[in-house]
């Protein structure tokens, strides 16, 4: 199968090409000419499946046998070791954590499952020498990408982040690993990190000495076994026998490479009514909803700092996926809150469900009961663990929050960090100094 990029359908990769590049060299990302759909009596079967299985199914229906079998099974089951259960709320409502990985948040799948890949191609690749990933990050991509690729052989990775706008819990999991990756706090906003990261891609002299690529969800393998997530959620319904002819998914946004994995999946075939899209305050996506324009603007910071995105980079994938602004608006509500709300949704869900929400998490969970139509069956995604923000869930509380093993491990470890203006020279000359020495 090949794929296309979203700024000119003419210009096609393979997935090998697409996903090592991570951005098509007029600027564009890559989607899928064609998602395979899949037999209706493998939807009727998955509930029997493991969620290994039924991960490796999938991946196999959707890359085609790009990748042998053998290979994409390894890669699925090591991305898979941990849980993503289905729980219901006191009130009612199904809520599927996705925050159970290394990192405790949404991106350990999508990041394992990437680094897993671009290490297959990258052994089969030696004149390439070193792999070099880079990152920019308000915090839970940085430590998702970077716990996923750490030790992996012939890869380096450089985690770009604004100086004094990354909590401590998550710059320690990125920045206390050392070895491999390499974590720059740059003198500058979250844009300034993005922008630099866009301009190395863009640069030949770099290109020309060290080869590249994205570990953020302009990926297409980031977005592969994130259809995971809503197959495992119709499958563990179904088990349940809850009648899924309705149903309807909340998604906490971004970049938007969340809500794209959903898309593929019901391109795929799986049954869904319609997404609905949760911004915070920075509402990109919800404002191009209810006006057919799409305005990126500055980003602007929030208490659900992973949604802080002023220009959501898979914009350009949604529409390819749906087509027309009409048609989003078909499959897609849309919805937007700010922080005032947000920590009244999580005090409220705590006082009167006794389920603990982290921000953004929250932000999905408040539109599925403000949306959800008699009917249906809704199912909110949680993204993140409310530990990763421990001081703030404490504050909005009021109560002290026990602190998981998995993140204290990194916070009492020293950080090495490289410290960088916001100028493209100081990013380029600290790369080629690492590579040529
Ligand atoms: C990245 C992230 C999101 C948003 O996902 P997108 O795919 O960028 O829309 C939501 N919640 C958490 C905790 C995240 O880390």
Known sequence: MLYYSTTNPNHTATLEQAVTRALAADGGLYVPQRLP??????????????????????????????????????????????????????????VLELFHGPTMAFKDVGTRFMARLLNYYRSRHPEWRMLNVLVPTSGDTG??????FHDMPGVNVYVLYPRGAVPLIQRAQFASLGGNVTAVEVNGSFDDCKRLVERAFLDKELNEAM???????????????????????????????????????????SNLGNLASGLMAQAMGLPVKRFISVENQNNIFYNYVKTGVFTPKPTQYSIAPALDAGSPTNFGRI?????????????IHAYSYDDNQIIETIRQTYRDEHYLLDPHSAVAYR????????????????TAHPAKLKSLMEGIIAEPMPMPEQLTRFINSDLHVKKMSNGFTSFKRLLLHDTLG
């Open 211 to 253: 080869r590249l690529t994205s570990a953020t969800s302009i990926n297409y393998a980031r977005l592969v076994p994130q259809m995971f997530y809503y197959f495992w959620a119709y499958a563990q319904l179904s088990k349940l026998k809850v009648d899924t002819d309705n149903l309807v998914f909340a998604v906490p946004c």
């Open 367 to 382: 539109a599925l009961a403000e949306d959800l139509q008699p009917g249906e069956i809704g199912v909110s995604l949680a």
């Open 37 to 94: 759909r899949l037999p209706r009596a493998f939807l009727r079967n998955m509930s029997a499946m493991s969620l290994p299985e039924l991960g490796y199914a999938i991946a196999a229906y959707a890359l085609n046998s790009d990748v042998p079998a053998d290979v994409l099974r390894d890669i699925v089951t090591d991305t898979l070791n941990f849980d993503i259960p289905l729980v219901r709320t006191a009130g009612g409502n199904y």
């Open 143 to 148: 430590s998702s990408v970077a716990n996923s």
């Open 319 to 331: 529409v390819e996926l749906l087509g027309s602004h009409e048609n989003i608006c078909r499959h």
